[in-house]
């Protein structure tokens, strides 16, 4: 069988960042948390460093702001750097001004400290869903080629089971830009997820190897990611309400491990690189005429 580069990302942000400790860790008090996002991502570029991969870091603009040095490496090792916003809020719980406010902000700092460009975006919790739709037209303003938001399956809170599963045009009045979404697989006539993060911490390993595999198996990249806090099993434990320890706190030692055997089963890169054609198509794409058209245009239509 060929083998296919399968996209790696990671959403920088710091354990108290996560949408589910907003009750317990407000934005007011970030500033006076230790911080471990540094020593988290230097962990990451090792294991990258030690497959000869590359991987796509979305970033927070507060994350860079604070710590300009995670940026300056990552892009120095040849990585590319892509935004997350500027605040880790979801898209949902904002109105387009705020929206627009994000992406800006955290794009031109990003960009100002690496002096790359910024053409992706990955929406906080995947909430850029079809209730926001508006969203894509502030990214296409704003200079955006690309969003990596998706999670195509049903799950409550940020899942959208009706998106297309496969990289797909977005066609609004103001441009085109390119959505790719989370890797799934299909089972037992159920489209599951299996792109990294708790799926890969805390269910079967098995989960994640077999939706890579199957991308390969099609000739296609699929997308799976990390957090730096998911990799760090001596953060400090935060009070917050059971689920949600169970769920942030769940497979944080076996996270490393697991992420050693995927990298030494599959060929790894960034969305830059797996999707190079595709970028460059919808770059280039002219303006669409008139208003907005459907949702979600697969690739290739």
């Known amino acids: 069988m060929t083998r296919v580069m399968q996209a790696f990302t990671v959403d920088v942000e710091d354990y108290f960042q996560v949408n589910a400790f907003g009750d317990s860790v407000p934005r007011e008090d970030w500033d006076r948390m230790p911080s471990r996002v540094v020593r988290n991502v230097d962990a990451l570029l090792g294991l990258l460093d030690r497959h000869d991969a590359k991987a796509t870091f979305f970033i927070l603009g507060w994350v860079a702001d604070r710590h300009p040095s995670i940026p300056r490496e990552i892009a120095a090792a040849g990585h590319e750097i892509a935004s997350h916003g500027w605040w880790h809020r979801r898209v949902l719980a904002l109105d387009p001004d705020e929206f627009r406010a994000e992406v800006r902000d955290s794009k031109a700092v990003l960009e100002d400290l690496t002096g790359k460009p910024v053409v992706g975006y990955r929406a906080p919790s995947f909430s850029l869903l079809p209730s926001v739709e508006w969203a894509y037209d502030v990214l296409l303003e704003e200079g955006y080629v690309y969003d990596s938001s998706v999670f195509p399956i049903r799950r409550r809170g940020y899942g959208n089971p009706d998106a297309d599963p496969r ?6 009045s103001g441009g085109v830009i390119l959505e ?94 797996c999707f190079a054609t595709e970028l460059a198509r919808v770059a280039t794409r002219p303006a669409a005429a008139g208003g907005a058209l459907p949702f979600a245009t697969p690739v290739g239509t």
Do not use: K, N
Request: aromatic share 10%; hydrophobic share 40%.
């Open 167 to 172: 990289p797909h045009d977005v066609v609004r």
């Open 180 to 273: 790719i979404p989370m890797a799934t697989r299909e089972f037992a006539g159920m489209r599951i997820p299996g792109a990294g993060g708790a799926y890969l911490r805390i269910l079967p390993f098995g989960l994640t190897l077999g939706t890579a595999a199957a991308h390969e198996a099609r000739g296609e990249s699929g997308v799976f990611y990390t957090h730096p806090w998911e990799v760090d099993p001596d953060q400090p434990r935060l009070r917050v309400p059971p689920l949600t320890r169970l769920r942030h706190y769940t497979g944080l030692g076996r996270m490393m491990p697991r992420l050693e055997r995927l990298f030494g089963a599959f060929d790894f890169g960034s969305i830059e690189q």
